[in-house]
Structures are given as structure tokens and as C-alpha cells.
């Protein structure tokens, strides 16, 4: 699946430290034959991503809509459909499906939202698209195309 990870506070603090657990989790899903890209509001993402060392696991950043997302998402130069998003903004969430993670504002070595994510994509593979984790946001219809998995 094409799994789009939003990048400040879903990922990134506001002081630009990198969330526990997203190398862990980038790592988990790849090797499972996702393929990983990082989408911002604020522009694209690639500094973060070097500065962090992640570039290995992500195939593009992109700019992210911030409202009406399905049709602004081919104008702003988004050449790739997600299959399902992960964010901390919950609009985008229930707009395209996904994964709604509290948002990470301050470093805290104690956070342990990454570690909620795989297992509810891996629920939602094994079961053909659906996962009972109340953090899941249905994905709209069609549904994404799990044989490229
Ligand atoms: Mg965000």
C-alpha cells in the first residue's frame, strides 16, 4: 500500500526532534513491501527526512492539502494515490482513511503512538480492510488495491 505519513507533530515535535518509534515502525512496513512517503502542509518534507536519516525508507515527499484533499491533492502535485494516511489532524484522517495519532508536540522519550500503527495495518491487510482499533478511520470506497502489497 502507499502509506502517506504527515510530517509535523505526526512524526516531528514542534522543536524538530523525531518521534519514538518512527524509524522502528518505517523499517516494519517496508519490510512488509509498503511503500512510505512524508506529506506536509508546510511544504516538502526532504530536509527533515536527511536530517533524521529516513531517506532509505521514504520514495517521495509531497505537499499536503489542507482542506479538500481528494480533489486539491492532484493540483499541488501529488502523483500518487494514498491508500491510507497517517496524521494527527483528524479531518484528513476521516476524509481519506488512515491512522489518527495523537499529535507529538513536545519531545518525550516516553511516546508510544508509533508502536499503535503497525499492528493496526497489519490488522487491516489480514482482514482486507478493516481494523477494529478505534484510531482507524474507514478507508473511502474504492478501497485501495491490496494486491500490490
Ligand atoms: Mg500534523
Redesign the pocket.
Known amino acids: 500500500m502507499n502509506i502517506f505519513f ?5 512524526i516531528i515535535a514542534m522543536n524538530g526532534g523525531l518521534r519514538p518509534g518512527v524509524r522502528e515502525l518505517f523499517q516494519r512496513l517496508k519490510d512488509d513491501g509498503h511503500t512510505l512517503y512524508i506529506w ?2 508546510m511544504g516538502i518534507s526532504w530536509h527533515e527526512v536527511r536530517k533524521h536519516g529516513l531517506e532509505s525508507y521514504i520514495t517521495d515527499c509531497f505537499h499536503k492539502p489542507l482542506f479538500d484533499y481528494q480533489r486539491r491533492m492532484k493540483g499541488m502535485g501529488v502523483t500518487v494515490v494514498p491508500d491510507m494516511v497517517i ?3 483528524p479531518d484528513i484522517v476521516s476524509a481519506l482513511g488512515g491512522v489518527r495519532v495523537k ?1 507529538y508536540l513536545y519531545e518525550k522519550d516516553s511516546d508510544t503512538e508509533m508502536e499503535k500503527i503497525y499492528p493496526i495495518i497489519s490488522a487491516f491487510v489480514a482482514r482486507n480492510g478493516h481494523s477494529s482499533d478505534t484510531s482507524f478511520f474507514e478507508i473511502p470506497q474504492p478501497l485501495p488495491n491490496l494486491d500490490r502489497v
Open positions: 504527515d510530517c509535523d507533530y505526526t506536509s502542509g496524521d494527527d489532524y499529535a
